[in-house]
């Protein structure tokens, strides 16, 4: 399966909206004094519960953390012996309604591979990109090509 990329909102699948949805909720509720780049991550678990999280800023900025990695650490935490099947990612400026495209950076896309590799299991990621299509990746590692798992740091002394 390769990334698809949707025009418009409405050519989601229903549970991809439904994500969505619950990113956008999330993302009221990120802490970002500096930027006011507010963002919401939503995930689903294999039994269809939900977990969100939204980004938190830090006058130290590396202090901050990202929504999707709140959400992450969160379900790891709360639901350790579940799967996540898909995780959807929004932002949006403080005081504004519109969404805008805000793709996941690379710490996040690196923690999404680590948590899909960890699970043998794919995680399907929704984000809105450039022109406010929104992309359906299958899988975390789709989102990072040479990546670099836990098999790069196996060495084997002979």
């Known amino acids: 399966m390769e990334i698809q990329t949707f025009t ?3 050519d989601l699948d229903q549970e991809s909206k439904y994500l969505v949805h619950k990113a956008r909720d999330a993302a009221q509720h990120a802490h970002a004094p500096y930027s006011r780049f507010m963002v919401g991550a939503a995930l689903m678990l294999e039994d269809g519960t939900v977990v969100t999280g939204a980004n938190f800023e830090n006058a130290a900025y590396p202090s ?3 929504a999707e990695r709140v959400a992450l650490y969160a ?5 350790p012996e579940k799967r996540i099947t898909k995780l959807a990612v929004v932002a949006k400026k403080k005081n ?3 969404l805008i495209p805000a793709t ?6 690196q923690v999404m591979l680590e948590f899909e590799t960890n699970q043998q299991n794919l995680i399907e990621v929704v ?3 450039d022109n406010h299509a ?3 990746a299958p899988s975390a590692a789709s989102l990072l090509p040479f990546c670099f798992t836990k098999d790069n740091l196996d060495i084997h002394h002979k």
């Open 134 to 136: 929104w992309i359906k």
């Open 104 to 109: 996941s950076c690379g710490p996040c896309r």
């Open 64 to 66: 901050s953390m990202c």
């Open 127 to 129: 984000m809105q990109g």
């Open 96 to 98: 504004d309604k519109e």
């Open 75 to 79: 379900a790891a935490s709360q639901y």
């Open 8 to 10: 418009h909102f409405d």
